[in-house]
């Protein structure tokens, strides 16, 4: 598998990166390029005259933005799980020699449709907030600033730059392994005008890939951001949304690309049938060197995250069996993976929450395991796959093996449920499986659920502490750990810190490490030492 997908990131990958390029941004004519950057530049400069001098509006109407695209990149992460999952199971028909059907048909047009539309949005983004680049002295005084400080206008160029690096590296590693096939490739160049999706897109697709000025900006873009890094970090030091953009900087694969120019010196020719490439050698050893070792990056146990290495639990086998010795049908589990880029977009220490069912002998002795709810799931907890919790892909349903690619762990029990109380909550976990991914973070959208959310929905007993953002209420895996805090309901019944058993005062630990990781309290208890653009120094 490892020497196919090497052959296919030096051969096939020119013709397939940047798929979702052309259908998000198609450049058919210098018109409509030109109509694209002049309705960018009127949306920018307007939010420039609306705040009309006053810095902390405009500020703050920049930190919106960036909060919203952090929903768009939720989307985009989603989006990279199923079309890579979508692109197996249609690779495996094919080496089967079936026919697609119908429906797989229906699923590719759909996704690349919804891909494309996702990814209009990301591209409005980026194309507005590239301007604070190159805004001139002239555009800013006359939206009444005599000069905009540099930290701002980095930090909105950031915005744009983290948008292109994270489409650079969506079409790369993602779209790509769904086109590896020859029948896929063809399915996508023939188009089909019920989805609105257009005809010769491999060719569409290099076009643009390759566009030397496209490239240009993007790099003239991260330069402007280091050159500026260091006086940015000093005027917002470890503000949360800069954090945000420094780390999807940071760990974005492309961004090496960027930083050299490999690309940018590049020049690419496609014939219709979308079968020939002619490239340059730096981009073509690029494509075939960095793109593989991305590729395995990318296409591990993680579908869809940047993952830097693996857990200091994964793969411990007396950890799991410890584990699963431990667990009971109700409890709850936390985890840290400080070695993920999500991670770090989390606000707290703890980054993910799920819930245990239990196995077939413990929903026999509750008297479940033939339950009309239960019954679907049978299969699942026999293969021992008896955590809920909720994945970007959906609620789903995971072993103890595969939830312990993670450095922290907590147990968290509630020592006074009743039998009929765990029952009800098996239950309500069990009905949670197969909702989808709450990209709004709301405790009040039952149709959709996030990780903590889960937990919310399944104790239902319990008043849990909540925080508000942008108008919604939302629980993180913090509030969830507070309940087992100062001689709250829960108990702390197993606790890894750092890849190792804590034996000693617990709670007292982890309180502390929840403390020192409060968002309000980094400056001050934990100073951060970021390296914007090379990742950081220091950490939980």
């Not at 799920?354 to 929903?363: I, N």
Request: hydrophobic share 40%; charged share 25%; net charge negative.
């Amino acid at each position: 598998m490892m020497q196919r997908l090497t052959e296919f990131a030096r051969r096939g990958l020119p013709l397939l990166v940047g798929l979702l390029l052309t259908l998000a941004a198609p450049r058919a004519d210098e018109a409509e390029l030109r109509l694209r950057e002049s309705t960018a530049r009127r949306q920018f400069m307007e939010k420039l005259t609306t705040a009309h001098g006053d810095l902390d509006r405009l500020e703050a109407d920049l930190d919106a933005d960036i909060q919203a695209f952090q929903a768009l990149i939720e989307e985009g992460m989603v989006f990279r799980e199923r079309m890579t999952a979508m692109g197996r199971e249609l690779h495996e028909k094919i080496r089967a020699d079936q026919p697609l059907s119908g429906a797989d048909l229906d699923r590719l047009n759909q996704g690349i449709g919804a891909g494309a539309a996702l990814m209009r949005r990301i591209f409005a983004v980026v194309d507005i907030h590239a301007l604070w680049s190159t805004l001139s002295p002239r555009e800013s005084s006359d939206a009444g600033f005599a000069e905009l400080p540099m930290p701002l206008r980095t930090k909105g160029a950031m915005l744009s730059l983290a948008g292109s690096l994270f489409l650079y590296d969506t079409y790369r590693l993602h779209v790509a392994i769904l086109a590896e096939d020859a029948k896929i490739r063809r399915v996508l160049n023939q188009g089909d005008a019920a989805y609105a999706n257009r005809k010769d897109l491999l060719g569409q697709v290099t076009a643009e890939f390759l566009s030397v000025s496209n490239r240009v900006r993007v790099g003239e873009e991260l330069r402007f951001c280091e050159i500026n890094q260091f006086a940015t970090a000093a005027r917002y030091g470890g503000e949360p949304n800069l954090r945000y953009l420094q780390e999807l900087i940071a760990q974005s694969p492309a961004r090496e690309l960027v930083r050299h120019g490999v690309a940018a010196s590049s020049q690419g020719v496609l014939d219709q049938a979308g079968q020939r490439t002619v490239m340059a050698g730096d981009d073509l050893r690029w494509l075939g060197d960095t793109s593989m070792n991305s590729l395995s990056l990318f296409f591990g146990n993680t579908v869809g995250l940047v993952e830097l290495r693996k857990g200091k639990l994964f793969g411990d086998a007396a950890v799991a069996k410890l584990l699963q010795q431990t667990l009971r049908p109700g409890d709850i589990l936390l985890e840290k993976t400080p070695f993920r880029l999500t991670d770090t977009f989390i606000p707290g220490h703890w980054g993910h929450a799920a819930t245990w069912v239990g196995t077939e002998t413990d929903l026999r002795d509750l008297g479940l395991w033939d339950d009309p709810v239960v019954q679907p799931y049978q299969a699942a907890i026999r293969d021992s796959r008896s955590i809920v919790e909720a994945l970007r892909s959906g609620v789903t349903m995971n072993s103890a093996e595969h939830f312990l690619n993670i450095d922290d762990l907590a147990v968290l029990r509630d020592p006074a449920a009743a039998r009929d109380t765990t029952r009800n909550r098996v239950l309500l976990a069990l009905r949670q499986v197969g909702k989808a991914y709450d990209f709004n973070f709301d405790v009040e959208t039952p149709d959709r659920i996030v990780c903590s959310e889960l937990v919310y929905a399944v104790f239902t007993e319990f008043t849990w502490p909540t925080g508000r953002t942008l108008g919604r209420y939302t629980i993180s895996p913090d509030n969830v750990a507070e309940k087992a805090l100062n001689n709250g309901p829960l108990q702390l019944v197993l606790f890894y810190h750092d890849g190792q058993k804590i034996e000693q005062q617990p709670e007292q630990l982890m309180g502390q490490l929840m403390a020192t990781a409060e968002p309000e309290a980094s400056s001050a208890k934990r100073p951060w030492k970021w390296l914007p653009f090379g990742g950081r120094q220091g950490g939980k």
